[in-house]
């Protein structure tokens, strides 16, 4: 056996026979009879919503049809969405890491931890037998073989995403005495064939100025999604790798953060007051388009929330470009239409993706964006506890939500103590609420055409017109944002994480 792939199966069988529990028993069979309700309940209500959603977002991982480890974007067919996507499988598994923090059930840790290792060796797998783009390979068989079809090729966001779970994972275990699994088993350089964190920023350092395809794999450019994702595991990277002694490492990917985050700052555009989502490109020498409004931008602002964010949630950017995209799919889409503050939000305006096919004016709302502005509501009610200054930029996405609550003028600042403050973090939690009712509205919808046999499932997107789901049933990553906005919103109430 060659020494690379002898040290990659030695790696294989070390993440095989770690200290693996037992996960027990399937985690949710069926959704729960009322798996969303309206979110102005009691505190407890909102936790039994979110369990119900994260038990169902676990059918997900290490399905039957799929290999231990693996994590399954939709059982959908039609459009056929069993694959292992690395971005889907990442954030689903940083929900995973994010419980893991927060619940201190014994049993439920125990469970976590082995999904968690699970997911490593199978992502390990991956790597050591990706496919054309290697580790910009958007996506594998559920078996852990490459895909090697067509496709939009490299995805750098992947690797960055599946570091990011793996880093959160590491913390975690550093402080829960497992500094062997992360020594030996996640971050290593004793390996010629490094290891499951070391090999996804050695991908990423390199090569993250290079063209590569959004996360809706439809544009060959450069991306600040991808740019934002890729800056935070850098800079997290480099702090294990400070811990754990690596010089090297931590020269190299704080390096690569710093000329990142310069980049990074080429995306505003000041005369529209917008972060553009995709500079212009260049794909195989033909020219690529950029790409102004594009709900990815909000994406990557609650996607990289806390340490190592190359943009604060609270960033005026942020919000102004936030505040543009909500008034233009409020202008787009008939379901919005008499809806004042909260709307279904889609992708970017005049998108053409139906969920099966492309055409024309085919674009609809999405679950997951739509809760990733409910999220932002709550990250943003969160991180002014402290206060804030009102700026030109900042001020429409603000006055949005305190509606006829309150009148903000560019150049106030607002207090801690202030009236005017508390109730704009109010105003800003209940318009959160609203992005999730109306995600809960189109499953009352749904329910209702297809009566109490209906088992609930979040699908992709929701029909622009009739307001029923539309896309790929069963959506991990729709699931997995619902499950972190409503995290978000538990969270409000404590301490910012801004000093």
Same mark, same amino acid.
Request: charged content about 25%.
């Given at each position: 056996?060659?020494?690379?792939?002898r040290?990659?199966?030695?790696?294989?069988?070390?993440?095989?026979?770690?200290?693996?529990? /037992?996960?027990?028993?399937?985690?949710?069979?069926?959704?729960?009879?009322?798996?969303l309700?309206?979110?102005?309940?009691?505190?407890?209500?909102?936790?039994?919503?979110?369990?119900?959603?994260?038990?169902?977002?676990?059918?997900?991982?290490?399905?039957?049809?799929?290999?231990?480890?693996?994590?399954?974007?939709?059982p959908?067919?039609?459009?056929?969405?069993?694959?292992?996507?690395?971005?889907?499988?990442?954030?689903?598994?940083?929900?995973?890491?994010?419980?893991?923090r927060?619940?201190?059930?014994?049993?439920?840790?125990?469970?976590?931890?082995?999904?968690?290792?699970?997911?490593?060796l199978?992502s390990?797998?991956?790597?050591?037998?990706?496919?054309?783009?290697?580790?910009?390979?958007?996506?594998?068989? %559920?078996?852990?073989?490459?895909?090697?079809?067509p496709?939009?090729?490299?995805?750098?966001d992947?690797?960055?995403? $599946?570091?990011?779970?793996? *880093?959160?994972?590491? =913390?975690?275990?550093?402080?829960?005495?497992?500094?062997?699994?992360?020594?030996?088993?996640?971050?290593?350089?004793? #390996?010629?064939?490094? !290891?499951?964190?070391?090999? =996804?920023?050695?991908?990423v350092a390199p $090569?993250?100025w290079?063209?590569?395809?959004?996360?809706?794999?439809?544009?060959?450019s450069?991306?600040?999604?991808?740019?934002?994702?890729?800056?935070?595991?850098?800079?997290?990277?480099?702090?294990?790798?400070?811990? %754990?002694g690596?010089?090297?490492?931590?020269?190299?990917?704080?390096?690569?953060? +710093?000329?990142?985050?310069?980049?990074?700052?080429?995306?505003?555009?000041?005369?529209?007051?917008?972060?553009k989502?995709?500079?212009?490109g260049?794909?195989?020498?033909?020219?690529?388009?950029?790409?102004? %409004?594009?709900?990815?931008?909000?994406?990557?602002?609650?996607?990289?929330y806390?340490?190592?964010?190359?943009?604060?949630?609270?960033?005026?950017?942020? %919000?102004?470009?936030?505040?543009? *995209?909500?008034? &233009?799919?409020? $202008?787009?889409?008939?379901v919005?239409?008499?809806?004042?503050? &909260?709307?279904?939000?889609g992708?970017?305006?005049?998108?053409?993706?139906?969920?099966?096919? /492309? #055409?024309?004016?085919g674009?609809?709302?999405?679950? *997951?964006?739509?809760?990733?502005?409910?999220?932002? +509501?709550? $990250?943003?009610?969160?991180?002014?506890?402290?206060?804030?200054?009102?700026?030109? /930029?900042?001020?429409?996405?603000?006055?949005?939500?305190?509606g006829?609550?309150?009148?903000?003028?560019?150049?106030?600042?607002?207090?801690?103590?202030?009236? *005017?403050?508390a109730?704009?973090? !109010?105003?800003?939690?209940?318009?959160?609420?609203?992005?999730?009712?109306?995600?809960?509205?189109?499953?009352?919808?749904?329910?209702?055409?297809?009566?109490?046999?209906?088992?609930?499932?979040?699908?992709?997107?929701?029909?622009?017109?009739?307001?029923?789901?539309?896309?790929?049933e069963?959506?991990?990553?729709?699931?997995?944002?619902?499950? /972190?906005?409503?995290?978000?919103?538990?969270?409000?109430?404590?301490?910012?994480?801004?000093s």
């Open positions: 056996m060659r020494p690379l792939l040290d990659a199966a030695a790696l294989a069988v070390a993440l095989a026979t770690s200290r693996i529990v /037992s996960a027990g028993p399937p985690a949710h069979a069926a959704a729960s009879p009322s798996a309700r309206n979110a102005r309940t009691a505190p407890r209500a909102l936790e039994s919503e979110r369990m119900g959603l994260f038990r169902r977002m676990l059918d997900d991982v290490s399905p039957a049809y799929g290999r231990r480890g693996a994590v399954t974007a939709s959908s067919r039609q459009p056929n969405y069993r694959f292992d996507w690395t971005r889907d499988g990442a954030l689903t598994m940083r929900q995973v890491v994010a419980e893991l927060a619940n201190r059930d014994p049993v439920q840790r125990l469970q976590n931890v082995a999904r968690l290792k699970a997911y490593t199978f390990w797998r991956k790597v050591i037998r990706s496919g054309p783009a290697g580790l910009g390979e958007p996506k594998s068989e %559920l078996s852990g073989r490459p895909f090697r079809g496709w939009g090729r490299p995805q750098n992947g690797p960055a995403l $599946r570091a990011l779970t793996h *880093l959160e994972f590491a =913390d975690w275990l550093l402080g829960h005495g497992e500094e062997s699994y992360v020594k030996d088993i996640l971050y290593t350089r004793e #390996r010629r064939t490094g !290891s499951p964190i070391t090999r =996804d920023l050695d991908y $090569r993250w290079e063209a590569s395809f959004d996360l809706w794999e439809e544009k060959k450069y991306h600040l999604y991808t740019r934002a994702v890729q800056h935070q595991a850098l800079v997290l990277g480099a702090k294990l790798a400070s811990r %754990l690596d010089s090297a490492g931590v020269a190299r990917y704080t390096e690569a953060a +710093h000329q990142l985050h310069k980049a990074l700052q080429d995306h505003w555009d000041p005369q529209r007051g917008v972060l989502a995709t500079l212009p260049n794909d195989h020498g033909r020219p690529t388009e950029g790409r102004t %409004l594009d709900s990815a931008v909000i994406l990557a602002a609650i996607q990289t806390g340490e190592g964010a190359p943009f604060e949630i609270t960033d005026p950017r942020i %919000l102004s470009t936030a505040h543009a *995209l909500e008034e &233009a799919f409020r $202008r787009e889409y008939p919005n239409r008499g809806r004042r503050g &909260a709307v279904a939000i992708r970017y305006p005049g998108d053409a993706y139906t969920g099966y096919d /492309s #055409r024309p004016g674009g609809n709302p999405w679950v *997951l964006t739509t809760a990733a502005f409910a999220e932002l +509501h709550y $990250r943003v009610a969160r991180e002014i506890a402290g206060g804030l200054a009102v700026t030109g /930029s900042n001020r429409g996405f603000l006055q949005s939500a305190l006829d609550a309150g009148q903000l003028r560019e150049g106030m600042r607002l207090r801690p103590g202030d009236a *005017l403050l109730e704009l973090r !109010s105003r800003l939690t209940d318009k959160g609420d609203d992005y999730l009712n109306i995600i809960r509205q189109t499953e009352a919808v749904e329910r209702a055409a297809r009566g109490p046999r209906w088992v609930e499932a979040l699908s992709e997107q929701i029909n622009k017109k009739t307001g029923r789901f539309q896309g790929a069963n959506l991990g990553w729709s699931d997995s944002s619902v499950v /972190s906005a409503l995290r978000a919103r538990s969270e409000i109430d404590t301490p910012p994480t801004r």
